[in-house]
């Protein structure tokens, strides 16, 4: 079975400045996606970045970039230049490759509030 | 290009009765799958549909079942409602033409109380 585990229930920020979400997450599999989901307070959940395992060059969108580190399944998100709007709860996600269907595996999230 | 949609938006029952909740997917999208979000939970996997069928499922009793129509709208249903079962439940659909296809996209969800 998979687990992602995210130990930081809340995180806050000074706006404009740097900010680092951590995910580990626990798997046999080899192939695999990882995601980082922003879910605002409106709840509609959406995108903000996705790792390929196999890559092993970090995804990079903007000012959201991770650090994928295989080897001791950690997957974390840095947002720089924090904004207002950046403000939201982030999930890590799993999706393991090759099997019937979709099905992603969750963490508990990680409240961040962006402050003026 | 309209979104994932959810119905109702929000509602309240009483334990016992039983709620069904639709979602309608992006035009194109042929899986559909459905999460309870609780505080402290995070988000559980309910059930995922492609093409109408069943293809996986979460960890959840009986009580929780799923259809999909021909036209890729989803249905999920909760019977003999308990107090534990009021949660935020998201409808997510995703295109999954290719096996490296994984991407979900969201509803806003349907907030279910019960009392």
């Known amino acids: 079975a998979q687990t992602v585990t995210q130990s930081q229930p809340e995180m806050s920020v000074q706006e404009a400045e740097t900010v680092t979400l951590s995910c580990t997450y626990d798997t046999s599999e080899s192939n695999y996606y990882l995601f980082w989901y922003k879910q605002p307070p409106s709840r509609q959940m959406i995108l903000v970045i996705r790792?390929?395992?196999?890559?092993?060059q970090n995804a990079t969108e903007n000012r959201f970039s991770v650090n994928f580190q295989k080897a001791a399944k950690s997957f974390s998100l840095k947002i720089s230049d924090s904004q207002l709007g950046d403000t939201a709860m982030y999930f890590c996600?799993?999706?393991?490759?090759?099997?019937?269907?979709?099905?992603?595996?969750f963490g508990t999230g990680t409240s961040l509030t962006v402050i003026p | 290009k309209a979104g994932v949609t959810q119905t109702p938006r929000y509602l309240i029952k009483t334990r016992g009765q039983q709620v069904t909740l639709s979602c309608s997917p992006i035009s194109g999208h042929r899986s559909v799958s459905w999460y309870q979000q609780t505080p402290g939970q995070g988000l559980q996997f309910l059930f995922e549909y492609f093409s109408e069928t069943q293809r996986n499922k979460g960890n959840f009793p009986g009580r929780f079942s799923g259809r999909q129509f021909s036209n890729s709208r989803s249905e999920m249903n909760v019977s003999t409602l308990e107090l534990g079962d009021s949660a935020l439940y998201l409808c997510?659909?995703?295109?999954?033409?290719?096996?490296?296809?994984?991407?979900?996209?969201f509803g806003e969800g349907s907030r279910l109380t019960v009392l």
């Open positions: 996600a799993f999706m393991k490759l090759g099997g019937t269907g979709n099905q992603f595996y």
């Open positions: 790792q390929e395992a196999y890559k092993q």
């Open positions: 997510a659909s995703s295109l999954w033409d290719r096996i490296t296809e994984g991407e979900l996209f």
